[in-house]
């Protein structure tokens, strides 16, 4: 009985220079459970407060990738003539393409932006905006500039991961032809899209 009833509370023959047991170690908690415990109340409270803007996110995510496209096309209406001059005395291009070019890139740039955020034909404005990126880089004389050709890696990386999420599978497959589920394939698109993202810090560094 005198074993039982001393045993849980280190009694008896014991060492009593020896180190706290078990559970005098596990009472105190360590840093790294305090940290924890601290982020867990902030998450909580971000989660709390953020209920309201939750529904809002994915279209403020997508207005954040095109928005690049939205202030270049503010720019080139701010700076009409300016651009046409650039065009036409340093791109040597005539008159009539210059304005059609810019009339071009500027509605582009705003329909196919406003369709990525609400969300309607996303593949398509996609590829609208990509070819903007590509003419504008010809149009410009900028396709062999480093510091532009990293921001737009960047933004074709963006654009990706707005094609991975609106993605769509094909009805119609060539038979005997191996197919890529839906969900791998927006997996592999937001993976390209996430490591081109890295391009524009690196354009910062040159």
């Known amino acids: 009985m005198s074993i039982r009833g001393t045993a849980g509370y280190h009694l008896g023959n014991q060492n009593r ?19 924890r415990q601290q982020t867990s109340k902030i998450e909580d409270f971000l989660d709390t407060y953020s209920d309201p803007i939750k529904p809002y996110l994915p279209a403020i995510g997508r207005f954040l990738i095109v928005v690049t496209f939205l202030e270049d096309a503010l720019r080139i209406i701010t700076q009409w003539n300016d651009q046409l001059t650039y065009l036409h005395d340093y791109r040597h291009i ?5 304005h059609l070019f ?6 582009a740039m705003t329909l196919c932006s406003l369709m990525i955020i609400v969300r309607k034909q996303s593949e398509y404005a996609v590829g609208g905006l990509l070819g903007v990126v ?15 050709f990293l ?3 960047s933004v074709m990386g963006g654009l990706l991961m707005v094609l991975s999420d609106s993605w769509v599978r094909k009805r119609f497959a060539p038979a005997g032809l191996p197919q890529i589920d839906e969900k791998d394939r927006k ?16 354009g910062f560094v040159f």
Not at 17 to 35: K, V
């Open 17 to 35: 220079f020896a180190g706290p047991g078990r559970a005098d170690a596990t009472n105190d908690p360590s840093p790294l459970d305090a940290i």
């Open 102 to 107: 810019l009339i071009s890139n500027v509605v």
């Open 151 to 153: 921001r737009n890696l």
């Open 134 to 148: 590509i003419t504008q880089a010809l149009g410009y004389g900028l396709i062999f500039d480093l510091n532009f």
């Open 94 to 98: 005539p008159r009539g393409l210059t």
């Open 187 to 202: 997996m592999y698109f937001q993976l390209a899209g996430r490591v081109l993202l890295i391009f524009l810090f690196v």
